[in-house]
């Protein structure tokens, strides 16, 4: 993200925010530890690795074939739970900022139309202690959830994902970069190693992780309301 600014009534007292602007153009997300129940009612989530630590991020999969994000329409971000860090691009925490916030103006949840006002007159909305509040507690969580995927990288419970999409057209279109947790690998740990998962509450998520991926369908129905060619087939592997 660019345009990053120290948040002041001189400049932004007009702005508003809307959650449900968020997103249209992403194909994932990060998520925090907390969230992973709520997305993978609706979502795939997944493992991909940062370009510049190679440690495994937890996410979840918006998109499939076009650079889009299947659940935004009419520029609304249309799923039954909208995961925090895309409602939260517009900001970041700073010292020098009202209400110890900085803003992109340019990011879809902020403007001037709809949603709700970051200031009354010159003095910061009820609304920018909530947001600094819910950026330090995303922080936290996504600081958690990887804590949590590196104590399964440390255990090697970790595999390439493959997803292939075969479209009306013919053609067949890979997913790359996606990792998901290793089912096979989890079974054959000794069982001091699974209760010791256990008592680290990693267990539970794990199998959120891999039964998340049964909503790769859900992503082609809303593929194919919206794209064409429409995929008839997805593979994964």
Sequence with gaps: MTGIVPLDARHHAALRFDPAAAGADRRFVRLGLSEIAFAAAEMPLCLAKDAQTGRFNLIALLGLVEPANLFAADGRFRATYIP????????RLHDGGAAGLAIDPADPTIGRDT??????????APLL?????????????????????DLYAD???IRPLSVRLHLADGRDHDLAGLYTIDDAALRDLPDAAVVALHRADALAPAAILSASLAQ????????????APAIVACMLG
């Design 84 to 91: 925090r860090a895309a409602m939260l691009t517009g900001f």
């Design 115 to 124: 949603g709700d006002a970051l200031f009354v007159g010159d003095a910061p």
């Design 129 to 149: 202690a909530r947001l600094h509040d819910a950026l330090r507690r995303l922080i936290a969580d996504v600081a958690a959830a990887q804590v949590l995927v």
């Design 155 to 157: 255990r090697q419970l």
């Design 216 to 227: 790769v369908e859900r992503l082609r129905q809303l593929h194919d309301s919206r794209f």
